[in-house]
């Protein structure tokens, strides 16, 4: 199809609609983190002078760098010799100052911490699973006197179990590194998530002076809602409550069936897949809602990357239309390591690409089914962990009028396109 037809479209109008997700949210993140770990009693553990590695992840996590800081005094206040590690398994392209910029762009560097940042892709192994999967584990974290497991528990965008995203999958992926993320990847392609996390984790806790893990857990407007410190041999009974909750904190699209979903920006700061497949329904099938989805878009486009991804499009794979400005800006050596140690290769495949976002959703409503374009279900957000606001078509106003948790802010309008024909951000910092 050509461009002129494209850009005589009928598209609907929009309204600007605001969601109310139950929330909980800690006023004063520093001091729940110091009575968090308060409760462990480390004092009785740690000797001064002792040395203790903080791995710190990839992933976006609200307030980290104010979590890390408050950690590592706590940690001086015990008359430990805290340091940092950069716990991420092939992020930052797989190198030691690729995976120190990451934390870097988060707030995570030696000035601001005030201790030492060692960055390493170098790892040790330490034991070996009963099916035979050798267990790596960090260098630096593994000189360490103890190590002190940080890290937010959420779904995972791939794996189900009663353990996905957390304070065991740092043990495992972050702190294995590249090394051990591979082969990770590989056996869960050959034996059950739940499985090698166990053996994995086992091995790790038996063998790796693990003193602690301080688990966050993020409520649905993208903000720490909770900061729980667990002991060692409580990590999997616990981490297993904690994902219950951050399932229910999870934040949610606005409707349930979706004919075009807009995503303005993804990242691995909002999500190992970029976006959250649990959010957008393609946790089981790339390009396709299941019946285990709570969301169904039969198509998504993307409008760009975030900055703090520093060119990895892993996720891109999930989209059926983008533009021309993000394939632009994809690192494909950096988005190749990241989707191959993740034995997800779909995850980094290019979907069609249009000059602008215009005819990117013009083409993408000609694929929607019966629906006419003017009135088909359009959702655009600005990113998936950021859904309090959201921009959506005229079709969904009668149920918009039905619902409590929804607000209409603005509206009706037309789909604000600029005069090269893409689309304006959803962004504005939203007040709840």
């Known amino acids: 199809m050509d461009r002129i037809t494209t850009m005589n479209m009928n598209l609907p109008q929009a309204y600007r609609i605001r969601q109310h997700f139950p929330t909980t949210r800690l006023k004063d993140v520093g001091a729940a983190v110091t009575a968090a770990l308060s409760k462990l009693n480390l004092g009785e553990v740690i000797?001064?002078?002792?040395?203790?590695?903080?791995?710190?992840?990839?992933?976006?996590?609200?307030?980290?760098?104010?979590?890390?800081?408050?950690?590592?005094?706590?940690?001086?206040?015990?008359g430990a010799e805290p340091f940092i590690v950069p716990a991420m398994g092939s992020h930052g392209g797989g190198t030691a100052e690729g995976q120190?910029?990451?934390?870097?762009s988060y707030g995570v560097t030696e000035a601001a911490m005030g201790v030492e940042i060692r960055s390493s892709m170098e790892t040790v192994i330490v034991d070996q699973t009963p099916h035979g999967i050798p267990v790596h584990f960090d260098k630096n974290a593994y000189a360490a006197d103890h190590v002190l497991v940080c890290g937010r528990v959420k779904p995972h965008t791939?794996?189900?179990?009663?353990?996905?995203?957390?304070?065991?999958?740092?043990?495992l992926i972050g702190l294995g590194k590249h090394e051990g993320a591979k082969i990770y990847h590989r056996a869960i392609e050959d034996h059950s998530f739940e499985e090698i996390i166990k053996a994995v984790a086992a091995s790790v806790l038996k063998k790796c002076s693990v003193i602690g893990g301080l688990a966050i857990v993020e409520n649905s407007y993208d903000e720490t809602g909770m900061i729980e410190a667990v002991a060692p041999e409580n990590f999997y009974e616990r981490e297993k409550e904690l994902l219950e909750i951050a399932r229910q904190w999870l934040p949610r699209l606005?409707?349930?069936?979706?004919?075009?979903?807009?995503?303005?920006?993804?990242?691995?700061?909002?999500?190992?897949?970029?976006?959250?497949?649990?959010?957008?329904?393609?946790?089981?099938?790339?390009?396709?809602?299941?019946?285990?989805?709570?969301?169904?878009?039969?198509?998504?486009?993307?409008?760009?990357?975030?900055?703090?991804?520093?060119?990895?499009?892993?996720?891109?794979?999930?989209?059926?239309f983008t533009n021309e400005r993000t394939v632009a800006g994809v690192d494909w050596q950096s988005t190749r390591i990241n989707t191959i140690t993740g034995s997800h290769p779909t995850a980094g495949m290019v979907p069609l690409v249009y000059p602008n976002d215009r005819e990117a959703i013009e083409a993408a409503l000609q694929t929607v089914g019966l629906v006419e374009p003017e009135t088909s279900g359009i959702v655009q957000i600005y990113d998936t962990l950021e859904l309090s606001e959201v921009v959506v078509s005229e079709t969904y106003l009668e149920e918009i009028n039905s619902r409590d948790?929804?607000?209409?802010i603005s509206g009706p309008f037309d789909l604000p396109f600029d005069a090269e024909g893409n689309l304006a951000s959803v962004f504005k910092k939203p007040q709840h």
């Open 100 to 104: 120190a910029q990451v934390i870097a």
């Open 405 to 408: 948790d929804l607000d209409i």
């Open 254 to 320: 606005p409707f349930p069936k979706i004919d075009l979903l807009i995503v303005d920006r993804i990242g691995k700061n909002i999500s190992g897949s970029g976006m959250d497949a649990c959010v957008v329904g393609r946790k089981f099938n790339d390009h396709a809602a299941t019946e285990r989805d709570v969301v169904a878009c039969k198509r998504i486009m993307i409008r760009g990357l975030t900055e703090e991804t520093h060119g990895n499009a892993c996720g891109i794979g999930l989209a059926e």
């Open 47 to 78: 000797k001064r002078g002792d040395s203790v590695a903080v791995p710190v992840g990839s992933r976006g996590i609200a307030n980290i760098a104010l979590i890390i800081k408050s950690t590592v005094d706590y940690l001086k206040s015990l």
């Open 158 to 171: 791939r794996f189900v179990g009663d353990i996905e995203s957390g304070l065991h999958k740092m043990m």
